[in-house]
């Protein structure tokens, strides 16, 4: 088998696929080369694809000599697209929705997937490693959803996809330092495990011969950034929500919305203060719990409400006169859709005499 065959991106991909690759590849160009800009130039110089199969060796060094021989740029990142899987069970993601949206002029039906894309990106300095290194252990590597524009019949729209990060030191180094000859060469593994919609769409007005619907196309954005800017603009000037959203009701991520005592109350009563914190969604109760910190400690009672939005933490003694308390809840506690709270909860407030 040639090594081309390893080099030349697939670019036939069902819409969807084809839509969340780009919004990915963006994404991660971005991060990993902040310097330079998301031209398709660009992209054929840092972005390639390689055969990542288990025990492949073989396959991932043609596909990194042809790169190399061919461009000889560094640093790049070799990636490959797994197999879709249809997921049972929901993610970050719902389950299962059919509908018709009078917007798109659509019947529409929604089936969660999952793929996983595992990609490594090469250095051959240690201190464009350490670099990366340093990138991949900020939060920007740890989001859990990008949105990805497109037009669905003539419409903009957009969708949410929900990502879970690897990171872990590569294993290929000394393979292909020995095997290049152009010195040590680092390599470190970001993949990922991707969670999406499938959409399936059909136009009610166009019927074929057999009394089916005929399926409508999904098309691209040519820009991304723009068409997320887009999008935003008409969120904040019209307050209207997104169509397909809305329909499928995906879940977003929980936050407090209310505090008793409220951010920076003074006078707070140290014998019968109950801290009681309210959500706009349902939490778990066992990750919420274990994901609280008082300072300075106090021992507590921790209730959570049976809608599991509203949390009480009643002392079980009294409180330290005229001193600041801070309640801190991370983004560790999920909501009942396993969705981590949207940031960090800090609520202070003092005590009186």
Not at 134 to 150: H, K
Not at 214 to 221: K, L, T
Not at 294 to 318: M, N, Q, R
């Amino acid at each position: 088998m040639s090594a081309s065959n390893y080099y030349i991106p697939k670019t036939e991909y069902p819409d969807i696929l084809d839509l969340v690759l780009q919004r990915i590849l963006e994404y991660i160009f971005k991060l990993v080369y902040p310097e330079e800009e998301f031209t398709p130039e660009n992209k054929r110089k840092r972005l390639i694809i390689a055969d990542f199969d288990s025990g492949d060796e073989v396959a991932i060094r043609r596909s990194i000599e042809t790169h190399f021989n061919s461009n000889a740029v560094f640093p790049f990142t070799a990636y490959n697209i797994g197999d879709e899987e249809q997921v049972e069970q929901k993610s970050h993601l719902q389950k299962y929705g059919e509908w018709y949206v009078p917007e798109f002029n659509m019947a529409v039906s929604s089936i969660p997937h999952a793929i996983t894309i595992p990609m490594v990106t090469f250095y051959n300095t240690p201190y464009d490693w350490r670099r990366f290194s340093s990138i991949s252990a900020l939060d920007d590597f740890n989001l859990t959803r990008l949105w990805v524009p497109c037009y669905f019949n003539d419409v903009l729209t957009k969708f949410p996809i929900d990502i879970d990060f690897t990171i872990s030191k590569g294993s290929y180094a000394f393979r292909y330092d020995e095997m290049l000859k152009t010195g040590n060469i680092y390599d470190l593994n970001h993949s990922m495990r991707i969670f999406y919609h499938k959409f399936v769409l059909a136009m009610p007005s166009q019927v074929s011969g057999t009394g089916k619907q005929i399926p409508a196309p999904i098309y691209p954005v040519e820009n991304i950034e723009v068409a997320l800017q887009e999008l935003n603009d008409r969120e904040n000037l019209t307050n209207s929500s997104n169509f397909l959203i809305k329909k499928i009701n995906i879940p977003s991520n929980p936050r407090v919305t209310s505090s008793s005592p409220t951010a920076s109350e003074t006078n707070v009563d140290k014998e019968f203060v109950s801290i009681i914190t309210t959500f706009d969604t349902s939490m778990d109760q066992t990750t919420l719990l274990n994901n609280i910190d008082i300072i300075p400690y106090f021992s507590s009672d921790k209730t959570l409400s049976d809608d599991g939005k509203t949390l009480v933490i009643d002392p079980t003694e009294a409180l330290f006169a005229n001193t600041e308390y801070e309640i801190l809840i991370n983004t560790k506690a999920l909501s009942a859709d396993e969705l981590p709270l949207e940031e960090d909860f800090s609520l202070k407030f003092v005590t009186g005499e």
